[in-house]
C-alpha cells in the first residue's frame, strides 16, 4: 500500500512540475488603470513591444481590437488585452497631443 501510494504521489507531483514549466506568462508591456470610463496607460516597461509601438505613460486606450474601452465593462477590458490564440493586440490610443492612432503590441511571452 505505501509502496502504491508513494508512487501516486511522486507521478502527481512530476505531473504538476511538467505542466508548470511549460506554462508561459505573456504580456503587453504596459500597465492600465481604469478610470470613470477611460482606461488609461500608468505605466510602460523599457524595452517592451508596448514602448517600441510608441505608448506613453498618460495614453488613453480608445480601442481594443475595434472595440471601444468605453463601452465595456474592466472585466471584459482585460480580456479584450490579452486574447487567446492571438499574439497581438491592436490599440486606438489618444493623448494631449494626437488626437487617435493605431497601434499594434505584440505579446512579450515567456515561459
Same mark, same amino acid.
Request: neutral net charge; aromatic residues 6%; glycine residues 6%.
Given at each position: +500500500?505505501?509502496?502504491?501510494?508513494?508512487?501516486l #504521489?511522486?507521478?502527481?507531483?512530476?505531473?504538476?512540475?511538467?505542466q508548470?514549466?511549460s506554462?508561459?506568462?505573456?504580456?503587453?508591456g504596459?500597465?492600465? !488603470?481604469?478610470?470613470k470610463? &477611460?482606461?488609461?496607460?500608468?505605466?510602460?516597461i523599457?524595452?517592451?513591444?508596448?514602448?517600441?509601438?510608441?505608448? +506613453?505613460q498618460? !495614453?488613453i486606450?480608445?480601442?481594443? !481590437?475595434?472595440? &471601444?474601452?468605453?463601452?465595456?465593462?474592466?472585466?471584459?477590458?482585460a480580456q479584450?488585452?490579452?486574447?487567446?490564440?492571438k499574439?497581438?493586440?491592436i490599440?486606438?490610443?489618444?493623448? #494631449?497631443?494626437i488626437p487617435?492612432k493605431?497601434v499594434m503590441?505584440? +505579446? !512579450?511571452?515567456?515561459?
Open positions: +500500500k505505501r509502496v502504491v501510494l508513494s508512487i #504521489l511522486l507521478f502527481a507531483f512530476l505531473t504538476g512540475y511538467a508548470n514549466r506554462a508561459s506568462i505573456c504580456r503587453l504596459f500597465t492600465y !488603470d481604469i478610470a470610463v &477611460q482606461t488609461v496607460i500608468t505605466g510602460v523599457p524595452y517592451s513591444s508596448a514602448e517600441l509601438a510608441g505608448i +506613453k498618460g !495614453d486606450v480608445e480601442a481594443i !481590437d475595434g472595440v &471601444q474601452s468605453a463601452e465595456v465593462s474592466p472585466q471584459e477590458i479584450l488585452l490579452n486574447p487567446a490564440g499574439n497581438e493586440v490599440l486606438t490610443i489618444s493623448n #494631449l497631443s487617435t493605431q503590441v505584440k +505579446k !512579450d511571452c515567456k515561459k
